[in-house]
């Protein structure tokens, strides 16, 4: 074993990555769980954008028009989620499931032509003399635009929830769905528009996994990251920037495994595998018993004549 | 404009025909999606639902339907009981896992013993290995609040690095030539599930799904027990005012599919898999998600759904083989028909009415 394999300042530059399609999976879910709505659906919906977005970014030779891709087809998946608990009024975590079940099948079907393709990369953002502070400037300062947008969400969704109306009613549903409708709000409208809204962000966390993370195809290549994101929302109390400090976390912890993987430490590399999801376990446990700041309507389903 | 108006009783009839509306349904649009593959649609259909059951080499199929239906219907039993009750258990493939590496942990350190009591031991050990998986979460629940759902889930992938581990490490055959995998339990006769009938594919695994069909039929509608948990899961605070003990009913709920997704994992393992390898586990916990809600929830229903899901599984293998048919189309399929399963729910409790809606 070698630990001085491990460069500090690529493992902490490393786990920014890791931690962007949690960040984006877990923002796009806090917003639907704000509105009172609970969508296991993240690992399917990150999947199809895993997909989407490696086959946009390849046919159009563009990663942005990827990224695109990846928000409009978890988006759309995310749709009939919408419909399945929002018109339909099915249970929300069978939906969720059902959700998971068929974006796995589908993305290894629409997948299959794109194993063991390279996807177009996608250039760091040029940040001029920014990158050339010593330490700060390669951890910080020498990443693609996807990842700072990632913290550009966080920041938004955060400022919209605490100081915009449109946030205030959004929080009004998921607190209180009887209450907003009598109020005049049209709740199912509000809570299809959050739907759509984190299954473009699961797509695009999706996606990240596939065009920079890992840069190519595999079956089912998300891997348990869109349920570590739902979690994550857990472990943040639905907030968003401890939203943030949690996906670090994780994000740390898995590059770190990784890291020691590359670096043959005497654990079997099956064991350093599983650490994320042993964590993860950990981390809901000792955060569990507070569940105050759950949305009060959260599952719950809305039906006006009820 | 379409309204929805909620029915005074939930209606029997449609909910006894939502699920084959839905495999209709689910063919039309899986047929659509054959097509735009350029596959013939009704062709690729027939092949799926027709073929392995009354084709011409129907005779080689049909016990396959009851190897693949057998451990989706034992899983989905355990599951439905806590579906029932509002404890969503969706880590069985974990459970699965863990029961046939116990199972064949046990077979596999008793090699070469020839003995009737080899098999016992495993099937003992396979129910344990499943339910102490499920006590995690369960305990979890109980002491901390925890959410089974995501814990349960977690496990999976904690059971498939073990599977992985194991199957390099651990339980690796010594006389293998170095590739990755257990002894075969087929060559070991006292730990092989051998068919009880020559050619029929009746496993002791069919057994135990026939006797878990029954027994949770009894337990649901005769018992205390079952009664407990149809109240928790319609109306949790009734319950409690009746004296459901909620943290008994995790317990118990978790602990049963655990056992009966870890025997489906042993039988797997001592009979048509064999041997413990990486990838010996083909998403039957998963699967079985679908028969449960398929099946209504309820132990015949879930009986006929297992029979189905197991024909798409055996048909989608015939259509692999002769028409191209990707494996994932079949996965889709599967996905397809939980789909319309829950769309098409809502008309069980609530009737479609045309026209504006009424000023209140």
């Given amino acids: 074993m070698d630990l001085s394999a491990i460069n500090p300042i690529l493992f902490v530059a490393g786990f920014l990555v890791a931690a962007t399609p949690l960040i984006f999976a877990a923002t796009g879910e806090l917003v639907v769980e704000k509105s009172g709505v609970l969508n296991l659906g993240v690992e399917g919906m990150m999947i199809i954008g895993a997909i989407c977005g490696f086959a946009g970014a390849v046919e159009t030779g563009s990663p942005l028009l990827g990224f695109a891709a990846a928000a409009l087809g978890g988006a759309l998946l995310s749709l009939l989620f919408a419909f399945l608990t929002q018109v339909t009024l099915a249970n929300q975590v069978a939906s969720g499931l059902a959700l998971t079940l068929f974006g796995l099948g589908l993305s290894s079907l629409l997948g299959q032509p794109y194993v063991g393709v390279t996807p177009p990369r996608l250039p760091d953002v040029d940040l001029g003399l920014l990158a050339d502070i010593p330490v700060v400037g390669p951890i910080l300062f020498t990443h693609d635009i996807i990842l700072y947008l990632g913290l550009v969400l966080v920041a938004a969704v955060w400022a919209v929830l605490k100081f915009t109306r449109a946030g205030l009613i959004l929080r009004a549903v998921g607190e209180s769905h009887d209450a907003a409708h009598a109020l005049g709000y049209p709740v ?81 590399v099956e064991y350093l595998d599983m650490s994320p999801y042993v964590t993860t376990i950990v981390v809901l446990v000792i955060l569990s018993r507070d569940k105050s700041a759950a949305p009060a309507s959260l599952g719950r389903i809305f039906h006006a004549s009820s | 404009m379409i309204r929805l108006e909620k029915r005074p009783q939930p209606s029997r009839a449609v909910s006894l025909a939502t699920p084959l509306l839905a495999v209709l349904a689910t063919m039309v649009f899986g047929g659509l999606m054959f097509a735009v593959m350029g596959k013939d ?162 496993h002791w695994g069919v057994v135990a799904a026939l006797i878990a069909v029954i027994l949770a039929y009894v337990l649901m509608t005769k018992h205390r027990l079952g009664f407990a948990i149809r109240v928790t899961g319609e109306a949790p605070r009734a319950a409690r005012f009746s004296g459901v003990n909620p ?75 002769q028409l191209g048919l990707p494996a994932a189309a079949i996965q889709v399929f599967q996905g397809m028909l939980l789909f319309f399963l829950l769309a098409l729910d809502v008309l069980t409790n609530y009737r479609l009415r045309l026209g504006k809606p009424e000023v209140a």
């Fill in chain 1, 188 to 268: 199912k409208r509000i809570r299809t528009l959050a739907i759509v809204f984190g299954g473009a962000c699961a797509g695009i966390g999706g996606a990240y996994i596939s065009l920079i993370r890992v840069p190519q195809w595999t079956e089912g290549m998300t891997a348990g990251i869109g349920w570590i994101a739902l979690a994550l929302v857990v472990f943040a109390s639905w907030k968003p920037w401890r939203l943030l400090l949690g996906a670090y976390l994780f994000g740390g912890i898995d590059q770190l495994q990784l890291n020691l993987q590359g670096a043959g430490v005497a654990i079997p």
């Fill in chain 2, 41 to 202: 649609p009704v062709t690729s259909i027939i092949t799926i639902f027709w073929q392995p059951l009354f084709g011409e080499f129907a005779f080689y199929y049909r016990p396959q339907l009851l190897i693949k239906g057998a451990p989706l219907v034992l899983i989905a039993i355990g599951l439905s009981l806590g579906f029932k009750a509002g404890i969503w258990n969706i880590g069985a493939e974990g459970q699965y896992i863990m029961g046939a590496l116990f199972g064949a942990g046990v077979g596999l350190a008793l090699y070469p013993l020839d003995s009737f009591i080899v098999f016992p031991l495993m099937v003992l050990a396979g129910a344990f290995g499943g339910w102490i998986w499920a006590m995690i979460p369960a305990l979890l629940k109980v002491r901390f609040g925890t959410n089974e759902i995501l814990v349960s889930l977690m496990l999976v992938y904690v059971a498939e690095s073990l599977l992985a581990s194991m199957s390099l490490g651990l339980l690796k055959n010594p006389e293998g030539f170095g590739f990755p995998g257990s002894r075969n339990l087929q060559q070991y006769e006292s730990a092989f599930n051998a068919d009880l009938i020559e050619g029929t594919g009746m």
């Fill in chain 2, 247 to 321: 943290a008994r009913l995790v317990l118990f709920c978790l602990g049963t599919s655990g056992l009966l997704a870890g025997l489906a994992g042993l039988f797997e393992v001592a009979g048509p898999a064999g041997q413990v390898t990486i990838d010996f586990n083909v998403g039957y916990g998963f699967t079985a998600i679908i028969v449960a809600f398929l099946g209504r929830l309820h132990p015949i229903g879930i009986l006929l759904a297992g029979g189905l899901m197991a024909l798409t599984y055996i048909g989608g293998d015939i259509a692999q083989s």
